[in-house]
């Protein structure tokens, strides 16, 4: 189905069509439409343009205003102020307008299938070590990336850049080769199923050992430094051991996703060590194009505008004196991968601010070697830190950092609480499953509603809160309203162009109408908070009809049919836009 034009663009051809003939001299000039509190919409673009003709703006407005056909869309257009155009459209506009909405899967949002294809590098855990509050927001942002981005027509791939390479490796199978049992599990057999727990305190068990025996141990230290030879070599023996870790490792991460209510795929898992065999012709390349340069010995390469603190310029450093590759060869040679093998437009990395210096440099390096150019682009979707209460980086009381997997137990138990003091009929499973979307829908959503570049406080009584700006006050609206329709018997919705409406109608209206302009606003901003901010103010609108505006009680049958088609349509907007966030939106509350 062709996308559904907004009200505010048919309002915008109309006040443009108006500019053109009151004014053909000014071109193609932009009305500058917007919400406003005034009326339903202001343009404001004649200001700008009276300037340019040497004019009045009033009496330019003026013109402007008589030279737009009397139509069933603009109710009234008044001349404000110095200039300003305050527009209010009819009410069958909006019913109308929501009709063509609601007849439509998509709700209205415009799917372009020629978009490009990006990249997207999101969720990095490291193999062999536990996921901790660090590690929430790259894969809660970055997941909705991939919904947002695939729901409006661009062709995603998504890669999880784990750490699963370096010399803490050396250390971890030479300690196996000597303990061989390490990693076999209580019952017998290959088929054992494992669960993620099970293998996180494995490879936590392990790695205290192996890292004990490597800090008394010189024998054992040099042994684990030769591994490490052995592994980058390609050794069989080692390489499989290695093996052992990631499969271990994966166990665990997916559990750890799985409970996020997150889809990792094993496809989309490529870590540092897939780009091995391309570290020594990444630095050839670099080299010989004169983007890098050999300093004491190590590959570097420079930037005017990055100095230490000593004034020096400060590199990066591609290829270490001693011949070892450090993260920038990883990162540079995942980009020449994605790009010409993945064929990718634009890569977008969901990774913590305070790695920004990095890929800056990174970045300029691809550009600077032509990996980046005019057709492909690479952002960085950086992200602040998760505090406590208290405001500092958030840690267990110990002055640990906090698990992933004890936080997000937290978080259910929290919700199944609230869950089972408003539970209506439900049984003890349903309130557990409740409990799990309501828990892992305020963690996700306290992220989300807060600007990626922000630090937040992360406080599990504000997120489940039934009250303010959580996940669950929306996750409520969406139940009520389903609730109400099932309630509703005979009478269904149907949108009733004809009938006049309350104030609360068409606030509600209007905002629901700028659904689809939303959800492309935040795909083209990389801005999830974006569409979480329209999410809450449709469910507080909504909220002020429910109180304004009896929907089974109304007046009439078909005031009653109306109403319950703005309920609907409330809802399914509710359902997408949660979605995309990778919210759930539970029937029953």
Not at 48 to 55: P, S, T
Not at 137 to 143: H, K, N
Not at 226 to 236: D, F, I
Not at 509 to 529: I, R
């Amino acid at each position: 189905m062709a996308s559904v034009p907004s009200l505010a663009s048919t309002v915008q051809q109309r006040l443009a069509e108006g500019l053109s003939a009151a004014l053909p001299e000014a071109g193609s000039a932009d009305p500058l439409l917007r919400r406003s509190d005034r009326a339903d919409f202001q343009a404001n673009g004649i200001l700008a343009l009276a300037k340019q003709l040497k004019g009045n703006p009033r009496e330019l407005a003026t013109k402007v205003v008589e030279a737009i056909p009397a139509n069933d869309v603009l109710k009234e257009i008044e001349v404000s102020g110095p200039g300003f155009l305050n527009i209010t459209v009819s009410d069958a506009a909006i019913i109308d307008t929501l009709a063509a909405r609601a007849a439509d899967d998509r709700l209205g949002v415009p799917f372009n299938p020629a978009a490009g294809t990006t990249v997207i590098d999101y969720a990095q855990p490291n193999v062999a070590k536990e996921m901790h509050v660090g590690h929430l927001r790259s894969a809660v942002i970055g997941a909705a990336m991939v919904e947002i981005l695939e729901f409006t027509g661009e062709k995603v791939v998504r890669r999880h850049h784990i750490g699963d390479w370096g010399t803490q490796f050396g250390m971890l199978i030479q300690y196996l080769i000597e303990h061989p049992h390490e990693l076999d599990h209580k019952a017998e057999g290959a088929d054992v199923e494992v669960s993620g727990e099970e293998a996180m305190s494995n490879l936590n068990r392990l790695y205290k050992a192996s890292r004990a025996l490597f800090d008394s141990d010189e024998e054992f230290k040099t042994r684990a430094r030769a591994r490490v030879v052995e592994l980058q070599a390609g050794h069989e023996e080692t390489l499989a051991l290695w093996q052992r870790f990631v499969d271990e490792s994966k166990i665990y991460f997916y559990s750890v996703f799985e409970k996020l209510d997150m889809d990792i795929r094993d496809p989309d898992i490529v870590g540092e060590s897939g780009y091995n065999d391309m570290l020594q012709e990444t630095c050839r390349l670099l080299e010989e194009s004169g983007v890098a340069v050999r300093s004491e010995g190590a590959l570097c390469v420079f930037f005017d505008d990055v100095k230490g603190p000593d004034g020096n310029p400060t590199p990066l450093i591609v290829q270490k004196s001693d011949g070892g590759f450090g993260y920038a060869a990883t990162d540079l040679s995942a980009i020449r991968d994605r790009v010409r093998n993945l064929k990718a437009s634009t890569l977008l990395y969901v990774v913590d601010a305070r790695q920004s210096l990095h890929f800056k440099m990174v970045f300029e390096t691809a550009r600077r070697a032509g990996w980046l150019n005019d057709e492909v682009k690479a952002v960085q979707l950086a992200f602040g830190t998760v505090l406590g209460k208290d405001g500092k980086p958030f840690k267990t009381r110990e002055g640990e950092t906090v698990r992933l997997v004890d936080l997000l137990d937290e978080a259910i138990e929290r919700a199944s609480a609230v869950v089972r003091e408003k539970a209506q009929d439900l049984s003890e499973e349903e309130i557990a499953e409740r409990g799990a979307q309501v828990g892992i829908g305020a963690v996700k959503y306290a992220d989300l509603s807060t600007s990626a570049a922000r630090d937040y406080k992360f406080d599990l009584d504000q997120m489940v809160s039934l009250n303010g700006d959580t996940s669950v006050y929306l996750q409520y609206a969406y139940a009520r309203i389903q609730s109400i329709l099932r309630k509703a018997g005979g009478a269904k919705p149907a949108a009733h162009p004809e009938l006049a409406l309350a104030a609360s109608e068409r606030a509600l209206g209007l905002h629901l109408d700028s659904f689809g302009e939303q959800v492309q606003e935040t795909a083209e901003e990389y801005a999830p908070h974006k569409l979480a901010a329209y999410l809450y103010q449709l469910a507080s609108l909504y909220t002020t009809f429910y109180s304004e505006c009896p929907v089974l009680k109304a007046d009439t049958p078909e005031q009653v049919e109306n109403r319950l088609f703005l309920c609907d349509l409330t809802a399914r907007t509710l359902h997408q836009g949660m979605a995309l966030l990778g919210i759930r939106t539970p029937e029953r509350l």
